[in-house]
């Protein structure tokens, strides 16, 4: 599946669990995307749905998925997710996006 931005270019998303707030909204807006775990965190899911609970783990951003996890970005308390272009890592949503 192709993941792509503005331009068409490839997108990555993680979360910095220092700043989730635990709210869930990332999971309401995307939950193919993202799941809180028993720690009350939230994190990006991977193949199989598995958690990815490494610090710093990305998945790709789903082209049909993309205003979901976009908007996740946008309302989340925590300001923790990260959206960025594969090829050169700079963040276009978040906290960080220039």
Same mark, same amino acid.
Not at 3 to 18: F, H, K, M, T, Y
Not at 42 to 67: F, H, I, R, S
């Given at each position: 599946?192709?993941?792509? +931005?503005? +331009?068409?270019?490839?997108?990555? @998303?993680?979360?910095?669990?220092?700043?989730?707030?635990g709210? +869930?909204?990332?999971?309401?807006?995307?939950?193919?995307?993202?799941?809180?775990?028993?720690? +009350?965190?939230?994190?990006?899911?991977?193949?199989?749905?598995?958690?990815?609970?490494?610090?710093?783990?990305?998945? *790709?951003?789903?082209? *049909? %998925? %993309?205003?979901?996890?976009v908007d &996740?970005?946008k309302?989340?308390?925590?300001?923790?997710?990260? @959206?960025?272009?594969? &090829?050169?890592?700079?963040? @276009?949503?978040? *906290?960080?996006?220039?």
């Amino acid at each position: 599946m192709q993941q792509e +931005g503005r +331009g068409g270019e490839a997108l990555e @998303v993680w979360i910095d669990q220092d700043l989730c707030t635990g709210d +869930g909204i990332c999971a309401q807006y995307a939950p193919e995307v993202f799941e809180l775990d028993i720690d +009350g965190l939230a994190y990006v899911k991977g193949a199989d749905d598995e958690l990815l609970q490494a610090p710093g783990a990305t998945v *790709p951003v789903p082209l *049909p %998925l %993309l205003t979901d996890v976009v908007d &996740s970005a946008k309302e989340c308390p925590g300001e923790c997710i990260h @959206v960025r272009r594969v &090829s050169d890592r700079v963040e @276009v949503y978040g *906290p960080d996006a220039e």
